[in-house]
């Protein structure tokens, strides 16, 4: 099956919402989000009546979160670092933010650092 850009988009969007309330909003992260665990359900409209096959109503996709056995909160420094980290993302002061993300870690190697 062949999907439309649109629909890829929005199914993108709609990821990426679930994963931004599902942290920011609600404090409660899945601990083993990975392909296997997230289903893309895509309801098609019903095409019954004159009017909605005029509209061509467009598919709804939906997010599915499966094995929610590991889960956890954040604490508030977290939830203040997983913040600073997305505006790093979309940020085009990329040097700079990778250097103030390397003050987050509690250890960092360098090139040739074996210690550990």
């Given at each position: 099956?062949?999907?439309s850009y649109q629909?890829?988009?929005?199914?993108?969007?709609?990821g990426?919402k679930?994963?931004?309330?599902?942290m920011?909003?609600?404090n409660?992260?899945?601990?083993?989000?990975?392909?296997g665990?997230?289903?893309?359900?895509?309801?098609q409209?019903s095409r019954q009546?004159?009017?909605?096959?005029?509209?061509?109503?467009k598919?709804?996709?939906?997010?599915?979160?499966l094995?929610c056995?590991?889960?956890a909160?954040l604490?508030?420094?977290?939830?203040e670092?997983l913040?600073?980290f997305f505006?790093?993302?979309?940020?085009?002061y990329?040097?700079?933010?990778?250097r103030?993300?390397?003050t987050?870690?509690?250890?960092v190697c360098?090139?040739?650092?074996?210690?550990g």
């Amino acid at each position: 099956m062949v999907f439309s850009y649109q629909l890829r988009r929005s199914v993108a969007d709609l990821g990426v919402k679930t994963l931004l309330k599902m942290m920011l909003a609600d404090n409660w992260v899945h601990a083993d989000l990975h392909p296997g665990n997230i289903l893309v359900r895509i309801d098609q409209p019903s095409r019954q009546n004159l009017l909605r096959r005029w509209l061509r109503p467009k598919p709804v996709p939906h997010i599915v979160l499966l094995d929610c056995g590991m889960t956890a909160s954040l604490s508030d420094r977290n939830k203040e670092n997983l913040v600073n980290f997305f505006e790093v993302c979309v940020s085009s002061y990329v040097c700079y933010h990778a250097r103030h993300l390397l003050t987050k870690c509690d250890h960092v190697c360098t090139v040739g650092d074996h210690s550990g």
